[in-house]
């Protein structure tokens, strides 16, 4: 069952957390999507859990962007996802990002942004090309990895677009 996370969430995200990511990454990444359960954003932030049984198994977060240029864009960052260990190669991130997806879009969202693996989120649809049109707010450590998608059939032309995120993800050290 895939349901929206609240403050309730945080010991049984950390155990999903903990259990997803390695000994370095998962503080950072449990901390990141702790922040955006706790920011209230304008417009909201989307966080999911999947849970098996009465056990969450699954986490993603999708926050919003703030562009400098372009107020009327509405766009989503992916950050972060994760599924327990024990459960990963059962389609759970998929579900999970697939149902966001439907959420943002029936919200009327134009863009979503990922920073990760191209060949892992590639088969969600986002794409490398795309993404040079989004410059982030910091300097990417991985260049290969910045991914975007469209939602719609919104016309974006070849226009570059800078933009802000919401506290949580405005760390030098996360990019």
Not at 14 to 27: G, H, I, L, Q, T
Not at 47 to 61: H, I, M, N, R
Not at 123 to 129: C, D, I, S, T
Not at 140 to 160: C, H, P, R, T, V
Request: net charge negative; aromatic share 14%.
């Amino acid at each position: 069952m895939i349901r929206d996370l609240t403050l309730n969430d945080f010991g049984c995200l950390k155990e999903v957390f903990y259990n997803s990511f390695s000994e370095d990454e998962a503080p950072l990444t449990y901390d990141v999507i702790t922040k955006i359960i706790c920011t209230k954003a304008q417009p909201p932030s989307l966080c999911l859990g999947y849970e098996e049984g009465d056990k969450l198994v699954g986490a993603v977060a999708f926050s919003p962007i703030y562009f400098e240029d372009n107020p009327q864009m509405s766009a989503y960052i992916l950050a972060p996802l994760a599924v327990h260990i024990v459960h990963q190669k059962k389609g759970i991130a998929t579900k999970l990002i697939d149902k966001s997806k439907e959420k943002l879009s029936d919200l009327g969202v134009d863009v979503l942004l990922v920073y990760g693996d191209p060949n892992y989120y590639g088969r969600y649809g986002f794409n490398v090309e795309l993404a040079k049109q989004f410059i982030p707010p910091y300097p990417l450590e991985y260049e290969f990895g910045w991914q975007a998608m469209m939602l719609n059939s919104k016309d974006i032309k070849k226009d570059i677009y800078k933009f802000s995120c919401v506290k949580a993800l405005s760390d030098a050290s996360l990019w």
